[in-house]
């Protein structure tokens, strides 16, 4: 069984976590919330880069979110049916990535002035760019017509939209709501967001529990 180290919650975490779901990868939660578990794995040498998360999967120990994400992914076929898909799906995933940047500072700055940020600059950003792909992809996924990396990195951010603002965020973005309908319609997706490996929001005991563990 696959084993994410990590802190309780969502932060850099919850990607590596929907892929492992989607890919129907069965795998445990280990949370830190002591200092000397993490100078630990530091000790061990699991952590490359001396950060989390960490990745225990196949006998390997996995660092840097997006990496990890990405050997889920190609692990479940995920990754494209060949070299065109492939490249789109990177260059869609990576978009993703830098859509779901913005909301990561929720709890650590006031969430009031992180949302509106957001939805002033990220969302008239990167929902009409998503839309443009959605539409002229035209499927329902956002590369090909199966699911793949881009439609879950691109989950991400459009799950807190729709956890900030409602539903109403697609209404001047049908083909980009029609992928997340799709998406989490899926039955590995669905029951990813009703379990617990599902984290919550960030919240001050999270907020708390890493800046213990991370000494700021």
Request: proline share 4%; charged share 30%.
């Amino acid at each position: 069984m696959a084993t994410l180290y990590y802190f309780e919650g969502r932060g850099r975490g919850e990607f590596i976590r929907l892929c492992l779901s989607a890919a129907k990868i069965e795998f445990k939660d280990h949370f830190l919330y002591e200092r000397a578990e993490f100078l630990k794995l530091i000790e061990d040498g699991k952590l490359l880069f001396n950060q989390l998360p960490l990745l225990e999967i196949d006998g390997k120990q996995l660092t840097q979110s997006n990496a990890c994400a990405r050997y889920v992914a190609r692990k479940a076929g995920l990754c494209g049916k060949n070299e065109d898909e492939a490249v789109q799906i990177d260059m869609v995933s990576e978009g993703g990535r830098d859509f779901m940047t913005p909301f990561l500072p929720i709890g650590f700055k006031p969430e009031a002035d992180v949302l509106a940020d957001a939805k002033k600059k990220a969302l008239p950003k990167y929902m009409p760019l998503f839309e443009k792909i959605a539409a002229a992809n035209g499927t329902g996924y956002l590369v090909g017509n199966s699911l793949t990396l881009a439609d879950l990195s691109v989950l991400e951010p459009l799950l807190a939209c729709v956890e900030y603002f409602g539903m109403e965020c697609f209404n001047d973005y049908p083909a980009l709501k029609k992928v997340y309908e799709t998406v989490t319609g899926l039955e590995s997706i669905s029951r990813f967001l009703k379990s617990s490996h599902r984290q919550r929001k960030n919240d001050e005991r999270y907020v708390s529990e890493v800046k213990k563990v991370l000494a700021w």
